[in-house]
């Protein structure tokens, strides 16, 4: 009788220690809270112009080829040789200095965007770790990483971490 009371008594602590040591994980998506965070759809909004901007100056370069090679197409025949030997040249310069600019606008448009979020990343990540200590988290993971196969709703943090992150952007902007 007084063994199966330890061992009952026994089983009961392991559970209250285990309950007290239990690890607490919850994730968050942070590009969802990049993405809807009101600094991010600022980010965003400024990323779209200078998209827009660098799209309509390489369009208007795209015609200016495409019409040179047309032109090269139709008339060719009837040109000079030296006429149609210029043309080319034309064309191929105007060619390079186009791939030349979309590559460069494209790497333009990546430091831009790095610029953009990067600051809002870490601010996010100062944000998650604070939550995290104060929630008394083991562990909180980055859901679009392959290190969160599955998790359940209520271990999805980024609704909360939004949140808190619009309120200390704001309260960081009332500030200055």
Known sequence: ??????????????????????????????????NESESGKKA??????????????????????DGLKDQ????????KEEERTNLEDDYRKKLRDF???????????HKKD????????KDLQGIIQD????????????ATSSAVLYGTKSADLTDAIIQEYNSHHAAKKKEK
């Open 44 to 65: 965003k909004e400024e990323f779209k112009v200078q998209v827009d901007r660098l799209q309509a100056s390489l369009k208007k370069q795209k015609d200016e080829i």
């Open 114 to 121: 790095n610029e953009l979020t990067g600051g809002i990343i």
């Open 1 to 34: 009788m007084r063994v199966a009371w330890w061992i009952g008594t026994g089983l009961f602590l392991a559970n209250v220690a285990l309950a007290q040591s239990a690890p607490k994980i919850g994730y968050v998506d942070l590009q969802r809270a990049l």
């Open 99 to 109: 791939e030349r600019n979309y590559k460069d606008s494209q790497t333009d448009l």
């Open 72 to 79: 090269l197409e139709k008339k060719s025949l009837v040109m």
């Open 131 to 142: 939550y995290g200590e104060r929630g008394g988290y083991t562990l909180i993971l980055e």
